[in-house]
């Protein structure tokens, strides 16, 4: 028997509470059907969003090893400067090194330590700045524990600039980083 639900339906109130209920059902089972799996917080995440936090973990670590290098050379640059000597060297031998990015110079400089003995040692970095002539006289810190002379060019940048520069980026792309992610997190919760 078929029954037709409808205008000309005896019961008029039963019909429309009937589509309601009906209307109302396929409402919640579409809710449903749309609400994602994932919804008690205690359960690990779907694989997708694993992987993606993966990958940021990732990303994240970059930075930080930029901040790692630079801590480390800031150690060394401080342990320098408490064991270093002061003289003035003079420029007996230059390394030029050129690529695309430039032309960038390691000098070798000959110096008296305080027990008069003649050494001779090389800056430990390359620097476009350090185009100096053959000869060329300029202050110099050393090393006086190391068999081979650690020397430095006594000056702001050729002691500080790296680590300095290193620990920067390295701050900044993280602080980045970590404002993108907390950005995308609150979104993602909005």
Known sequence: MVRRIG???SKPRDSVSRRRSVLVRDREQTARDEA??????????PKKTRRLGRL???IVLFPLIFVGFGGYMLFDAIR???VAQEAVGTVVDIDIHSDSDGTTYTPTFQFTDEGGQIRTGRTHISSSGYDYAMGAQEEI?????ALDADVRVNGVFSLWGL???FSTVGLLVFAGLLFGLRMSRNRANA
């Open 141 to 145: 810190l050393f090393d006086p524990h």
């Open 163 to 165: 680590p300095v520069i």
């Open 80 to 82: 320098f400067i408490g």
């Open 36 to 45: 994602p799996k994932w919804s008690n917080r205690l359960e690990p995440p």
């Open 7 to 9: 205008f000309g339906d």
């Open 56 to 58: 940021t973990y990732l």
